[in-house]
């Protein structure tokens, strides 16, 4: 029978809070939440996990609802079931933002949702900040004329249209998690990968039937 515990992934590391109904949650020494939420209903999910193009405007959507953009929306194996991996930013009063990751395995009738939640520090803006300047200062970004934007600073990892705030910046990109290990989005990026590679279902959650199916 699907519950919960039809999900687990590594823990190492993680100290448990609690349980609560469907929901577990954990966090880490950085004090990043990590949680396991099962959801007993249909996924509610805008699109067909086939149409990566309309899944990823309707999570865009999502984070826009919230003042914040989206860096990442792809559809991944999750042990061997199609899954949603996500990586959202929301502001954060009164400054800096809130980078949340997460990995939903959807089914017909259920899914399974873990989520990463990474906020910055009371020092926010050191990493916008440096690469800012960097960029500014080799050309790669400018202000023209008039603008009040730089070009080429906001950059939407899909669609090269949306180049207004809040979208993703040029210091959000992977590249530079190496240079600010401490910063939230770097760490946020360092936990999904490591919870997806470990990530298990049971065998009884498997056989159901999947989402869009």
């Known amino acids: 029978m699907r519950s919960l515990a039809s999900v687990t992934f590594e823990t190492k590391d993680l100290v448990l809070e609690g349980e609560a ?41 999502v984070a826009a609802r919230a003042g914040g953009a989206a860096l ?18 929301v502001p954060q009063m009164p400054t800096g933002s809130i980078y949340l990751g997460s990995l939903t395995l959807p089914f017909r009738d259920f899914s399974y949702v873990v989520r990463v939640q990474c906020a910055e520090g009371k020092l926010t803006g050191i990493r916008d900040t440096a690469i800012f300047a960097e960029l500014l200062r080799t050309g790669e970004i400018k202000f023209d004329e008039g603008q009040t934007q730089p070009t ?29 290990p401490d910063h939230a989005l770097s760490r946020l990026r360092r936990m999904l990968p ?8 049971s065998d009884d959650a498997k056989a159901e039937r999947r989402f869009g199916i």
């Open 21 to 61: 109904g469907n929901l577990r949650q954990w966090h880490t020494a950085s004090g990043d939440i990590v949680s396991l939420q099962y959801f007993d209903k249909p996924p509610d999910i805008g699109a067909s996990l086939d149409d990566i193009d309309k899944l990823r405007a309707s999570y865009r959507a």
């Open 152 to 180: 080429a600073w906001w950059t939407d990892p899909y669609d090269p249209l949306v180049g207004e705030p809040p979208a993703r910046n040029r210091s959000e990109l992977p590249e530079y998690d190496a240079r600010f």
């Open 72 to 89: 990442e929306i792809e559809v991944i194996p999750l042990d061997g079931s199609p899954g949603v991996r996500l990586i959202l930013k």
């Open 194 to 201: 490591r919870i997806e590679a470990t990530l298990r279902v």
